[in-house]
């Protein structure tokens, strides 16, 4: 595809993040095209198109993947489906966005890293908090933190268990609860800025005292009473890596208390100095002749959504092709940690993580 071309995207599921995704391609209307959109309940994938001009509507995913016209698909389905839709996906040929989780278990993001290997087609995880414009400016200074031996990360929702009763709260449909679902962001952001450790061992432990009686409820997603909450709520982990640093991880999606302002947050801890990002706010902590010296970073008003400079990246990374910073493998990595948490929270032992694919 020559630089000039705008890069034709198909959209496979056209609930809640389907319609971001929409609205945000919509807005790169000299790079990139929304031509294909479908959905297993079809009603709104037509009336997606409708809204958006999008030429072509399909009855099933198989319809939309064989179009050869569409060079990229964004996978924005619930968990359970991103594994077996992006696996087909590349064995047709498409470059792929899946959306967090990559896959809702270890076992089925191996098979997306195994599928991209054969494939040798570009994978992102669109990870948008980390093209956000406090962690893009952070990011721009974590080398002067020197070794980044230590980091606290987590997001404490107060009331915000999402869709009750549906695929968000069943664990076979999602993988888990608040860990897989928020917690993979801020796992991601984290290992992000402290440069990409290794993971190697893990401890976790998670917990339900909300939703199981139906309390912690929040507004994304609408609840189906009848359903079920076999998830936790609560999740909290030590992340041990290979270069001897640290992460601890801790989620709620409902939780009675107050901790960063029920909003995501990630600190760290390094030789030379320190840093933290609290939504638009980043700091810097440093010394000065054994002074402690805080320095609010000036994060600049960025109108643009985030994900506006995730797709600029992906489509330059296609065109390039480059390896996206937010990747088929970084997306494995928080699978394994993930998956080690539930493991962990299940034996009550440390969970060695083994990086076999
Ligand atoms: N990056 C983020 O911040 C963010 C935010 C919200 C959701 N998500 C992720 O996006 C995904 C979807 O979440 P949502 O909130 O949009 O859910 P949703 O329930 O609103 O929408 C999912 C849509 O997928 C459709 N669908 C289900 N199975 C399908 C299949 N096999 N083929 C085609 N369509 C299918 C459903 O009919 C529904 O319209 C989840 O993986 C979630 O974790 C990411």
């Known amino acids: 595809m020559s630089q000039q071309e705008k890069m034709k995207f198909g959209i496979i599921g056209a609930g809640n993040i389907g319609t971001v995704h929409t609205k945000t391609l919509a807005k790169l209307q000299d ?23 999008i030429g072509k509507v399909y009855r099933t995913s198989d319809e939309l993947l064989a179009d050869q016209d569409i060079q990229a698909v964004v996978i924005g389905v619930p968990n359970k489906y991103h594994a077996p839709l992006a696996i087909q996906a590349l064995e047709a040929g498409k470059h792929v966005i899946i959306e967090k989780p990559m896959a809702v278990s270890l076992e089925a993001a191996r098979d997306i890293v195994r599928a991209q290997r054969k494939a040798q087609k570009t994978v992102m995880v669109p990870h948008q908090m980390r093209f956000e414009a406090g962690a893009r400016m952070l990011k721009q200074h974590t ?33 888990g609860g608040p860990l897989i679902d928020i917690g993979v962001h801020l796992l991601d952001l984290s290992l992000y800025l402290m440069g990409n450790p290794k ?81 638009k706010k980043a700091m810097l902590y440093k010394e000065e002749s054994d002074k402690a010296v805080d320095i609010k970073l000036e994060v600049p008003e960025v109108k643009e959504d985030p994900r506006i400079f995730m797709y600029e990246h992906f489509i330059e990374c296609v065109n390039q092709g480059k390896e996206p910073i937010s990747n088929v493998m970084t ?19 440390e969970i060695k993580i083994d990086w076999e694919i």
């Open 31 to 53: 790079k990139a095209e929304t031509v294909a959109i479908t959905d297993v309940y079809l009603p709104l994938a037509e009336e997606r198109a409708a809204e958006h001009k």
């Open 143 to 175: 080398d002067e933190l020197g070794h980044i031996y230590n980091a606290k990360a987590g997001w404490f929702r107060r009331k915000g268990i999402p869709g009750w009763g549906t695929w968000f709260t069943r664990k076979d449909d999602s993988g």
């Open 199 to 279: 993971p190697v061992s893990v401890s976790g432990s998670t917990y339900a005292e909300f939703g199981p009686h139906k309390r912690g409820i929040g507004n994304w997603g609408t609840p189906n009473w009848d359903g079920i909450f076999d998830v936790e709520d609560l999740a909290t982990a030590l992340i041990k890596m290979e270069d001897g640093s640290t992460l601890t991880l801790e989620v709620s999606w409902a939780v009675n208390n107050v901790i960063e302002n029920n909003g995501p947050f990630v600190h760290l801890m390094g030789s030379k100095g320190g840093a933290s990002l609290q939504g």
């Open 331 to 349: 997306g494995f990595t928080n699978n394994l940690v993930l998956d080690a948490i539930y493991r962990s929270s299940k034996t009550g032992n």
